[in-house]
């Protein structure tokens, strides 16, 4: 088997059954799977799986389990020389999947690939490719101060922006949305951290590839439309504003906090607290005026 496509979801039976349909009419020309892991699902998933792809691989959890963990059930069962991680809000207008499994076999010191990834308007999804989320570069992001200072690469460290969109280029970092990754990485690297429940699993994981000597690159070399915020974190938008900030959380504690003084992360800490706030306030003005 050449490849498991290993797909989370929640909630987004329409989007999946339309990323399944697109990955049927544009057939990678290779050998590969797919393995569906649903999150408890109400709004027949499971059913419409099960009647209209009885070929796929399906495990059914009987409650949201996040991202990570879900993808590790996926990995544990893949029987692929590589992997992709795939959200199912996501479209194919081509075959972007071999492309990225050739590069992958040309060029076995990288271990994680990513394709263009687009929006549903078309344009660039500019957070698929990135840096390592330190805080120079999430100051610079929320705040734009990198639109400020167009040339200094620390603050627009985060979406990589000096980098060509069609250009292949290393980067610190990729979406989880549709990461391509290498079974011996994995075996390297071992399972995504189910610290993170959702959210940042894709950065950790992408900086313990690089630990481990792994390359991590945007290969534009094929593309995909990833709509986004569909399903689980659309239908539950409260939790997934929670679960985003604590995942930041965790993933700066354990990988950066160590590198700044104390009084530094304590401030840091309380600025994360403050962005959760204003975020959960303005989810819940909208919903009530929206």
Same mark, same amino acid.
């Given at each position: 088997?050449?490849?498991?496509?290993?797909?989370?979801?929640?909630?987004a %039976?329409?989007?999946?059954? !339309?990323?399944?349909?697109?990955? @049927? $009419?544009?057939?990678?020309?290779?050998?590969?799977?797919?393995?569906?892991?649903?999150?408890?699902?109400?709004?027949?998933?499971?059913?419409?799986?099960t009647? =209209?792809?009885? @070929?796929?691989?399906?495990?059914?959890?009987?409650? &949201?389990?996040?991202?990570?963990?879900?993808?590790?059930?996926?990995?544990? +069962?893949?029987?692929? @020389?590589?992997?992709?991680?795939?959200?199912?809000?996501?479209?194919?207008?081509?075959?972007?999947?071999?492309?990225? +499994?050739e590069?992958?076999?040309?060029?076995?010191?990288? #271990?994680?690939?990513?394709?263009?990834?687009?929006?549903? =308007?078309?344009?660039?999804? /500019?957070?698929?490719?990135?840096?390592?989320?330190?805080?120079?570069?999430?100051? *610079?992001?929320?705040?734009?101060?990198? $639109?400020?200072?167009? %040339?200094?690469?620390?603050? &627009? #460290?985060?979406?990589?922006?000096?980098?060509?969109e069609? !250009?292949?280029?290393?980067?610190?970092?990729?979406s989880?949305?549709?990461?391509?990754? /290498?079974?011996?990485?994995?075996?390297?690297?071992?399972?995504?951290d189910?610290?993170?429940?959702?959210?940042? !699993?894709?950065?950790?994981?992408?900086l $313990?590839?690089r630990?481990?000597?792994?390359? +991590?690159?945007? +290969?534009?070399?094929?593309?995909?439309?990833?709509? *986004?915020? @569909? *399903?689980?974190?659309?239908?539950?938008?409260?939790?997934?504003?929670? !679960?985003?900030?604590?995942?930041?959380?965790?993933?700066? %504690?354990?990988?950066?906090? $160590?590198?700044?003084?104390?009084?530094?992360?304590?401030?840091y800490?309380?600025?994360?607290?403050?962005?959760?706030?204003?975020?959960?306030? %303005?989810?819940?003005?909208?919903?009530?005026?929206?």
């Open positions: 088997m050449d490849l498991s496509i290993c797909i989370p979801t929640l909630n %039976r329409d989007f999946l059954r !339309e990323c399944l349909s697109s990955i @049927e $009419r544009h057939q990678p020309r290779i050998s590969y799977e797919i393995i569906v892991v649903d999150n408890g699902s109400k709004d027949g998933t499971v059913e419409m799986l009647q =209209d792809h009885p @070929e796929i691989h399906l495990i059914c959890n009987e409650s &949201n389990l996040g991202f990570s963990r879900p993808t590790n059930q996926a990995l544990h +069962v893949a029987q692929g @020389e590589f992997f992709l991680i795939l959200n199912p809000d996501t479209h194919l207008d081509q075959d972007a999947i071999t492309p990225q +499994v590069f992958l076999r040309e060029h076995p010191d990288v #271990g994680i690939s990513i394709p263009k990834v687009l929006n549903g =308007d078309g344009s660039f999804q /500019r957070q698929s490719r990135r840096g390592e989320a330190k805080p120079v570069e999430v100051f *610079g992001y929320f705040f734009k101060l990198g $639109r400020l200072f167009p %040339r200094n690469q620390a603050l &627009n #460290g985060y979406l990589q922006a000096w980098l060509p069609d !250009e292949i280029a290393e980067v610190k970092a990729v989880g949305s549709c990461m391509f990754l /290498r079974r011996s990485t994995w075996e390297q690297v071992g399972d995504f189910e610290q993170f429940f959702a959210y940042q !699993e894709d950065s950790d994981y992408c $313990r590839a630990q481990k000597g792994w390359k +991590v690159m945007y +290969v534009p070399i094929s593309q995909i439309t990833h709509f *986004g915020g @569909e *399903g689980g974190s659309k239908t539950q938008n409260t939790r997934s504003i929670f !679960e985003w900030h604590r995942s930041y959380f965790r993933y700066y %504690r354990k990988h950066f906090a $160590r590198e700044h003084f104390f009084l530094f992360n304590w401030f800490y309380a600025a994360m607290a403050f962005k959760l706030a204003i975020s959960v306030a %303005r989810a819940w003005v909208s919903k009530l005026f929206g």
